[in-house]
């Protein structure tokens, strides 16, 4: 009698810690989602970053500010 009801509390504990491992997967699953739209959002951000940068260094060149070579130096540290 003592032995079944051992085997029913373990089976109870080996439940509850199935239980709270597949609510962990679950936080991890929609943690790991966040993340990758951050860093999707991010890139996109960054890419119009740059794509604004490089239109003021064309009106600069167009203006006569900067020359041929400060420019084509500028816009290589943005591109990389």
Avoid: H
Avoid at 9 to 27: C, E, K, Q, S, T
Avoid at 41 to 61: A, D, R, T, V
């Amino acid at each position: 009698m003592i032995s079944w009801i051992i085997y029913i509390i373990v089976g109870l504990i080996l439940v509850f810690v199935l239980y709270i491992a597949i609510l962990g997967i679950n936080r991890g699953v929609k943690a790991k989602n966040v993340n990758k739209s951050n860093n999707l959002e991010n890139k996109l951000s960054s890419q119009k970053n740059i794509s604004n940068e490089l239109e003021k260094l064309k009106k600069l060149y167009d203006g006569g500010v900067i020359n041929k070579k400060e420019f084509n130096i500028a816009k290589k540290k943005l591109l990389s």
